[in-house]
């Protein structure tokens, strides 16, 4: 075999018995590319559907992709895939920064963790060397403290994830940290949690080459170009990102009237131009700060005084956490607003389920249905907001009921589930189905929840299609839905799609593994994927009643730049409708034995019985 | 000119595509341990870049601090270690006032250090914010 950027390689980790061992890529592995085709294909062939995610029984696996470590630019990402103790559903959750590369210089694809430990473990990986540390010392210490544990303990060249207390108090949306950069999603950190894994750190004593290096400095060279000039324009999302990071199109969705305010009541919010991400440049100290290789450096570092006094710092807030924390609460200030950040992070919890979650909780307290001793449940009111997150992290009064998911919090409040701007549980990513159709769409038919990474955002909130007209969505959700899934492979950033052109996937793929591969095959592989996402949560019982949006999307947006917008309800079934059936799925959304046939997978579809 | 380097640590992201270049050229994999530049994180204060700044080093310590006059200044003014020469007895690892010469670690121990590429470093090309500007050379 010739060279490629892949290894191969994943290391399996026992950790019942604290035993690992290097498991080769078997031959039809390697059609799934990398990353999330890696990662899919291992949980959906070796995890039952109903496990529950917190047993031993699930696994938890991480990998890179083929353009990982290389010189291509915006390929920092790792990806995660486990089920979901959030949504029950298979989950894919992916961080930037560092931990990728390292993990591709220790020549490594990804491991894969299976069992729980016996007490609580730090992993430490070099190259295929994996050995087993008591992480007793850090048991209930923060992320960042973890992380510096790990740096001082095995070295400062270390690259880490890790979890907070939220992770090992199994709180459902706990997230994993590496640095500053989050695995957010779906509450993978509950999982490495369940699991006794508070932290892993990963040395790579080795070197990237690919498959033919000329032809593939030709394409970093291309691409590198592309992504300067999009820096360089004044109005592209990503030089806008590159300048004051991603928070910079809050003033865009705010004057769409698509800003979701008020636990989704409001679409605008009249502060938003003291949190968005211009505020953040203006008034704090600002460093532009990259992950691995990438030349658009979206991360914003800030330097900040607390209300106590105090100077911090705090990479971010990113665009999401500026709306679940921000605008949803209706906090228009940036310092509360950086400080609920700090305790996601000092937790490790996902700013949007969490957020969603307090914006809900707030709703239930001014509405006389919740209550808890100490705080006055109002939004924007800054000891009811940071209590409860800090109240969920510790699990305790109503905190311990929030930070069971949103379906179980709502059933102990008398089922107000339709206030909680979540699907298959999991919170609202910052935007609305009422004012982006297709993205409604997109969020009702994600395989983890109301889920951002694969909707028409872009071309729906820039105006480039109609946002609230409902026709030629569902064909354009599928498209995302099996591109992103596709470049998810790779391990691309979601915002190297904004500029780089899908042909370039392919090419690139091809001179690093040498594997030639279409563009045509390279997106059949993104619906393949799709195709076994949906057969696992099909197994683990879900169906169309659970591509649903809550009640608050059916009735009318309040405030005056988006008044009156609304869904129709049997508008969105027709794109349902539409949409299975160009997924070539039944109405009850189940993939037909024909469609798994011609994507090549038709022995999965024992996984879709009832 | 000059030969070196305009370094504004302010601009540096901490992206390593300098790094990653710099590895790729001399060693043909990308593989920033073994570049011939770092970048010293000091989160969350502006990190260090290490790298030889050639005309702009005060003194130039290192060829001084060489037993065996390994390491020379060509008219050009590249600072340049022989590995023909060099013992491998770190003293200018040690003299370097920038942290910005290493040892092989594999065996055979010699010093190396940038050599700004003959004259056109491969890092400089692949820095967007202007934090590694070339001063002189090709």
């Known amino acids: 075999m010739g060279l490629s950027s892949m290894r191969d390689l994943l290391i399996r980790v026992d950790l019942c018995n604290k035993t690992a061992s290097p498991w080769s890529v078997p031959e039809q592995l390697k059609g799934y590319l990398g990353g999330m085709g890696y990662g899919t294909k291992i949980l959906v062939d070796e995890v039952p559907p109903r496990t529950d995610p917190l047993a031993p029984e699930n696994k938890l696996i991480l990998t890179v992709g083929p353009l990982t470590g290389t010189m291509a630019p915006m390929q920092p990402q790792s990806c995660i895939v486990t089920k979901s103790p959030l949504t029950e559903t298979i989950l894919n959750s992916y961080a930037g920064g560092f931990l990728g590369a390292e993990i591709r210089f220790a020549g490594l694809d990804g491991l894969i963790l299976e069992g729980a430990a016996p007490e609580w473990t730090l992993l430490l990986i070099e190259d295929d060397r994996v050995s087993f540390h008591s992480a007793e010392a850090v048991l209930g210490r923060s ?40 695995f957010g999603r779906g509450g993978a950190g509950a ?65 769409r009237g698509a800003l979701a305010t008020r636990n989704h009541i409001f679409g605008s919010f009249e502060g938003f131009g003291r949190i968005d991400g211009y505020a953040y440049a203006d008034k704090f100290y600002t460093r532009a700060i990259a992950c691995y290789g990438c030349p658009v450096h979206c991360g914003m570092l800030h330097k900040f005084t607390r209300a106590d006094g105090s100077s911090s710092w705090l990479r ?85 009921l929030l930070a069971r998911g949103p379906k179980r919090a709502a059933e102990a409040v008398g089922g107000e589930l339709e206030r909680f701007m979540q699907i298959k549980n999991s919170g609202f990513a910052a935007w609305m189905p009422r004012r982006m159709k297709g993205t409604g769409l997109a969020f009702a038919t994600s395989n983890r929840g109301a889920c951002h990474k694969r909707a028409p955002i872009g071309a729906e909130i820039t105006g480039q299609i109609d946002m609230d007209a409902y026709e030629g969505k569902a064909a354009l959700v599928k498209e995302i839905q099996d591109r992103v899934n596709a470049i998810f492979t790779l391990v691309s950033c979601r915002f190297h799609e904004f500029v780089t052109p899908p042909e370039a996937y392919p090419r690139f793929v091809s001179a690093a593994t040498g594997r030639e591969i279409s563009l ?91 | 000119m000059p030969l070196g380097f305009d370094i504004d640590e302010n601009l540096c992201t901490e992206c390593l595509r300098c790094l990653g270049a710099c590895s790729l050229t001399k060693l ?64 200018c690892v040690e003299a370097c006032p920038y942290g910005a010469i290493w040892m092989e670690a594999s065996g055979s121990n010699y010093a ?17 914010t202007g934090a590694l500007v070339q001063k002189g050379g090709s």
């Open chain 1, 191 to 255: 999982v490495l949690g369940s699991k006794r894994v508070k932290a892993i750190a990963v040395r790579g004593s080795g070197g990237v080459e690919v498959a033919r290096p000329e032809e593939f400095a030709l394409l970093v060279r291309e691409n590198m170009e592309l992504l300067k000039a999009a820096c360089a324009e004044e109005y592209n999302l990503v030089g806008m990102f590159s300048r004051v990071g991603t928070g910079a199109g809050m003033g865009l969705v705010n004057g």
């Open chain 1, 143 to 182: 992320t960042a403290e973890t992380e510096a544990y790990l740096k001082k303990t095995f070295g400062p060249d270390v690259r880490t994830l890790s979890i907070g207390r939220a992770g090992e108090k199994k709180v459902a949306m706990a997230s994993v940290f590496s640095e500053t950069r989050t």
């Open chain 2, 112 to 128: 190396y250090k940038c050599d700004f590429c003959g004259g056109s470093p491969a890092c400089v090309r692949e820095c967007v």
């Open chain 1, 316 to 400: 971010g807030p990113e665009y999401e956490t500026m709306y679940s924390l921000g605008s949803d609460l209706l906090n228009g200030d940036p310092v509360l607003l950086a400080e609920a950040n700090q305790i996601c992070e000092e937790y490790g919890m996902d700013t949007l389920t969490t957020g969603v979650s307090v914006a809900w909780a707030l709703e239930m307290g001014e509405s006389g249905k919740l209550e808890e001793p100490g705080l006055d449940l109002r939004f924007g009111d800054r000891a009811a907001i940071l209590g409860l997150l800090r109240k969920i992290g510790e699990r305790e009064g109503i905190g311990d």
């Open chain 2, 28 to 91: 043909g994999r990308v593989q920033p341990p073994l570049a011939r530049i770092a970048v010293k994180r000091q989160w969350p204060e502006i990190p260090e870049i290490q790298v030889c700044r050639f005309d702009d080093c005060p003194g130039r310590p290192c060829i001084e601090s060489c037993p065996v006059e390994a390491i020379t200044r060509d008219p050009q003014g590249l600072v340049l270690i022989d590995r023909d020469v060099c013992t491998g007895c770190r003293a």
């Open chain 1, 520 to 610: 045509k095959e390279f997106l059949a592989v993104g619906e393949r994927i799709w195709n076994l996402e949906r057969l696992f949560n099909i197994g683990a019982g879900m169906g169309r009643a659970d591509d649903r949006l809550p009640e608050r999307c059916y009735q009318p947006i309040r405030g005056e730049l988006s008044e009156g917008a609304v869904m129709d309800r049997q508008k969105f079934e027709g794109m349902l409708d539409e949409y299975y059936r160009l997924r070539g799925w039944d109405q009850g959304g189940i993939p037909t034995q024909e469609k798994l046939e011609e994507l090549g997978i038709p022995e999965y579809a024992r996984l879709g019985v009832r």
